[in-house]
């Protein structure tokens, strides 16, 4: 192979090249003088383009890259050497680093728990190998950083802190300390859960509701100067006493682990509902017997229930008690009267005294005839009883007449008519009873001598027309006008015969004479006839 000219010129000139770029090792570094845990880097400064690098820090450590970092972790004085393509040229510089020790930062408190608005002082024990240049405190409660050595430092929130203090050296060294959790503050919440009003005499659940850590409890019963001492429980059970109502005072206090204290007090109204009972009768007496009763209530009534005694009740929401009862059956009875007031308590008291109610002999009647006859003696008994203490009779004609203890009397009309004979009798038991019955006193016979006009204009004077008779089976009764004209007929078996001056159809006849007769049929199936005039005045 031919060489031209111009490849022997680029030959010469490549070496001449290569012997005027040799490899010479150097570096240099960011800084020479770094605190314990600092990072140094360095820098390739060699010339003729080495391929490969060996470093040594001097602290055991190296490297093989161009540009490496170190980071030494103990103070000293370093040599740091670099080396290039496996020992073309090296450079060794001694003292080349110094790297000085940390601040050793300490620093305490002279508390580490406590309440709400506590203030704290913490005091600095660091030391360093050159002077302390700052002090940085974090409280680690949001608040700002505080740059004095010894300081304090007041936490106004509830909970746990961890505090860091960072130092300084005129090195320009940094180190810090973090507690955790070194500060506890704590602000425990008294809070009582009841029923604002209760009943006297009552077992009351009072529930501890507080809030904080490791709470002991002390309960004050200001109104009735007792305590109880609790720990750790959700409530406990209290009995409130007393004759009125009346409101009492509770007071929980309650201390957690850092000796911090709440308390709260609350009211609480004791109802002590209050009824009284009375009557105003005799309380021994016959049936039926009518009780009066009356009662008082206490203030916040919501309404009462009246227990008579025999099974029935009365209950209203009147504010005042004042009503009546009937007993209707022999017996023993002590009513009560039940109260309930709007809390919700009630009472119940009793009658001081037993009712008494005694037994008659119930239901009498008065025996005689239905029909009596005038001026002739009749006799009248009372059914029902066998004996009696007396008899006040009553024979509807202006007399009467004490029996004493006779059960049948005598008596005699003077007058025909319509009586009703009344009799008031009491029992051997002091029991009152009493019977009526009407009779009919007539004549002897048919009366002659009858009326012969009546005026029926509804003035309550002679309106009605009347036979009385006796001793008959039936009577046919006829009236007549004077054209002998039928305008009434009634077949009777009673003994009173009556005509309301009325025809046929209920309508008033007109004024004048009218014929009447009747037909009698007696006892022993004869027939008798009377006959007579009516004079009717109808205006």
Request: aromatic fraction near 12%.
């Amino acid at each position: 192979m031919r060489i031209t000219p111009f490849f022997v010129v680029l030959t010469i000139l490549l070496l001449s090249t290569s012997s005027t770029f040799a490899q010479v090792a150097q570096f240099s570094a960011n800084t020479q003088k770094v605190c314990v845990g600092d990072t140094v880097f360095f820098t390739d400064l060699t010339t003729g383009g080495p391929s490969s690098w060996v470093w040594t820090f001097g602290d055991g450590d190296s490297a093989f890259i161009q540009t490496p970092f170190h980071i030494y972790t103990t103070a000293g004085i370093y040599d740091v050497q670099l080396e290039v393509d496996g020992g073309a040229s090296t450079e060794l510089k001694t003292a080349f680093v110094e790297v000085v020790g940390l601040p050793q930062v300490s620093f305490s408190s002279d508390f580490n728990k406590g309440c709400d608005s506590l203030t704290v002082a913490f005091t600095d024990a660091s030391i360093a190998d050159t002077a302390i240049a700052l002090w940085i405190y974090d409280f680690g409660d949001g608040s700002a950083l505080d740059s004095t050595q010894n300081t304090t430092h007041t936490y106004d929130s509830v909970g746990f802190y961890s505090v860091r203090l960072t130092v300084i050296d005129s090195n320009a060294c940094v180190s810090n300390l973090v507690v955790d959790s070194l500060i506890n503050i704590s602000s425990p919440l008294a809070e009582i859960i009841l029923d604002p009003s209760v009943c006297s005499g009552q077992n009351v659940t009072l529930v501890n509701n507080s809030q904080g850590q490791n709470l002991t409890s002390i309960w004050y019963f200001l109104d009735e100067n007792t305590s109880d001492t609790t720990q750790d429980l959700s409530s406990i059970a209290h009995v409130f006493s007393g004759v009125n109502d009346t409101i009492f005072s509770v007071k929980l206090v309650v201390t957690d682990s850092n000796s911090c204290q709440d308390s709260t007090i609350q009211n609480v109204f004791v109802s002590f509902p209050q009824a009284m009972l009375s009557v105003d009768t005799f309380l021994a007496s016959c049936v039926p017997l009518q009780v009066n009763f009356s009662g008082l209530f206490s203030p916040n009534l919501f309404n009462w229930v009246l227990n008579t005694g025999d099974t029935n009740s009365i209950s209203s929401s009147d504010s005042i008690l004042d009503t009546s009862y009937v007993y209707t059956q022999p017996g023993s009875f002590v009513p009560t009267l039940t109260m309930l007031d709007t809390v919700g308590c009630s009472t119940t008291v009793e009658l001081s005294d037993t009712i008494q109610i005694l037994s008659s002999v119930g239901a009498i009647s008065i025996v005689s005839s239905d029909t009596l006859t005038a001026a002739a003696q009749s006799s009248f008994e009372i059914s029902g009883l066998d004996t009696l203490n007396y008899a006040l009779w009553n024979y509807g004609d202006s007399s009467q007449i004490d029996s004493l203890g006779n059960l049948i009397v005598l008596h005699t009309y003077s007058t025909s008519g319509a009586y009703l004979v009344d009799v008031i009798a009491e029992d051997t038991s002091g029991c009152l009873v009493s019977a009526q019955k009407s009779v009919l006193v007539i004549a002897s016979s048919v009366s002659d001598e009858l009326s012969n006009y009546f005026s029926p204009n509804g003035d309550g004077v002679n309106d009605v027309f009347t036979l009385y008779t006796e001793d008959f089976k039936e009577i046919l009764f006829s009236i007549y006008n004077r054209w002998g004209e039928l305008v009434f007929q009634n077949s009777v078996s009673t003994p009173i015969i009556e005509w309301y001056g009325r025809d046929f159809d209920g309508s008033p006849v007109p004024t004048g004479t009218y014929y009447y007769t009747l037909e009698i049929t007696s006892l022993s199936d004869e027939l008798i006839n009377k006959n007579g005039y009516i004079s009717v005045i109808a205006d």
